[in-house]
């Protein structure tokens, strides 16, 4: 799956690391229910998820 350079400079922001944030992207996320977040991001409403929890984190 592509990661969308927006999603992936924000997570990058949010983490500091670069293979932080990838790592983030492709893991399972207590925030998410257990869901993994590159999984979310395909569609408008799991971006905004994916979004919503990184300011939260942020």
Same mark, same amino acid.
């Given at each position: 799956m592509k990661i #969308? #350079? $927006?999603i !992936?400079? !924000?997570?990058?922001?949010? =983490? $500091?690391?670069p293979v932080?944030? &990838?790592k983030w992207l492709t $893991?399972?996320? =207590?925030? !998410? /229910?257990g869901e993994i977040p590159i999984?979310? *991001?395909g569609t408008p409403e799991g971006l905004a &998820?994916?979004?919503n929890l990184? /300011?939260? *984190?942020?």
């Open positions: #969308k #350079k $927006e !992936l400079d !924000l997570v990058t922001q949010v =983490f $500091e690391d932080v944030a &990838e $893991e399972p996320a =207590f925030g !998410l /229910g999984e979310y *991001i &998820e994916v979004r990184l /300011g939260r *984190i942020e």
